[in-house]
């Protein structure tokens, strides 16, 4: 038997695959050092969810440093290079109208009690020069995110609070409607449109979130909610979570239209690695998220691409992105499909940071401007959770009692002048 072909063709194949593990060990390299100084600064992560589904907020039960049953714990970000990670405070749609407020309070507080319980590793910062300042510092600058309109319960004075307390984004709807903005099932057919994107009060929404320097999150909400929020907003929006509709065709996904508003608007999408907004199947993978970035890139452009990875939010994530640890790994994948590092350091970190301070800068240019002060009307949110204090209110029944008696008197009035 002559063996010498097939030797010959095992050492190329075996030559060839060195070469391949030295240009992945060379991308991965090449990622991390990028990542140095440019950790990736990530749109979304639902610890604080975790936390409370696990631990009902005490963090006495739990050590982040040994936490295993999540995507995220500290030695997973400090091996993912995350230098910057805004928080989720979210609570369901089945508290809209109910506890909202004071679960998201809830949820809130948690975030600023990690950053007390674990100093050496968060910081909780409210403006884009702390991020500067907590990366330099090498520890996760920490922000709080509000995943859902609902949270506020139509409430002005709530949204301001909250930004006081730190919140720096909101979302405007999660899977449900507000009574002033449309989600996301809406353009499914599962949900029936309510205000047909922002109603009046959704745009004076938006306005007071410009006005505080709160930025405006657009995951979650319909298409119609999208192009109105970036007609409307005066400052730069974001998608923290969300990824590009032409590869999956999914309604929490960014159509291309929107995409190329997104670029005229200076806007943001940073991408979701949730499976099912991935490859629209419960299985994806790395490369299938690196798709995403590729086309969001060539839409867009570099400047309005980033990271939103969704950990401990969803129940799949890609093969290859199995937890916060991963970034540099799609970061190495990116750097094989050509990205530059001007490139690579605006997706990681400038793209949000560019975002954040322009967002800032628009509060600023509206300092002059009084607060909004109109509340939503009574009847978009009357029911038995809600008073009616400071509401001027028409008592019905009175009225119709006044316009009986009237109709008497002029009954009477008629008998005695004709008899």
């Known amino acids: 038997m002559n063996t010498k ?22 991308n991965k390299t090449e990622a991390l050092r990028i990542m140095e100084n440019a950790p990736v600064i990530d749109g979304h992560n639902d610890l604080p969810w975790q936390l409370l589904s696990k631990f009902n907020n005490q963090l006495n039960e739990v050590n982040l440093h040994t936490l295993n049953d999540t995507h995220t714990n500290i030695p997973k970000l400090r091996e993912g290079r995350v230098g910057g990670q805004f928080w989720a405070a979210y609570v369901p749609c089945e508290t809209q109208g109910k506890d909202a407020v004071k679960r998201t309070l809830e949820q809130i507080d948690v975030v600023h009690r990690m950053c007390e319980a674990y100093p050496d590793t968060f910081l909780c910062v409210d403006t884009a020069q702390d991020i500067a300042t907590a990366i330099r510092a090498k520890r ?3 922000l709080i995110g509000v995943e859902g309109g609902h949270s506020i319960d139509s ?63 657009l995951a979650h909400v319909s298409a119609k909610t999208m192009k109105d929020a970036l007609e409307v907003s005066k400052a730069p929006v974001i998608f923290s979570h969300s990824s590009a509709y032409k590869l999956c065709a999914s309604a929490r996904n960014v159509q291309d239209d929107v995409l190329r508003i997104v670029k005229e608007k200076k806007g943001l999408v940073m991408v979701n690695f949730y499976n099912d907004y991935v490859t629209c199947s419960s299985k994806a993978n790395l490369s299938n998220v690196a798709d995403h970035f590729d086309y969001i890139k060539n839409i867009a452009g570099y400047e309005s691409v980033g990271f939103g990875g969704d950990y401990d939010g969803v129940p799949r994530v890609p093969e290859g992105l199995e937890d916060v640890s991963k970034y540099p790994d799609l970061v190495a994948e990116l750097i094989r499909r050509g990205w530059t590092q001007v490139e690579l350091e605006a997706a990681l970190k400038d793209n949000l940071l560019r975002v954040f301070t322009e967002v800032e800068q628009t509060s600023l ?38 316009h009986a008696a009237k109709g008497l008197l002029l009954m009477c009035l008629v008998y005695t002048l004709f008899h």
């Open 140 to 142: 996760v600058a920490s």
């Open 365 to 402: 240019q509206m300092s002059s401007e009084k607060p909004k002060e109109v509340p939503i009307n009574y009847q978009e949110i009357k029911s038995d959770c809600h008073t009616s204090y400071g509401y001027k209110l028409v008592d019905t029944s009175a009225a119709a009692h006044l």
């Open 155 to 217: 409430s002005l004075g709530v949204l301001r609070t909250f930004y006081h307390l730190g919140v720096r984004y909101m979302t405007l709807t999660h899977s449900c409607n507000t009574p002033w903005a449309d989600n996301w099932l809406v353009d499914t057919g599962s949900d029936p449109a309510k205000s047909n994107g922002l109603s009046e009060f959704g745009k004076n929404i938006i306005l007071e979130m410009n006005r505080l320097g709160m930025m405006v999150d």
């Open 5 to 26: 072909y097939p030797m010959a063709l095992l050492g190329l194949l075996t030559i060839l695959g060195c070469e391949l593990l030295t240009v992945v060990s060379s």
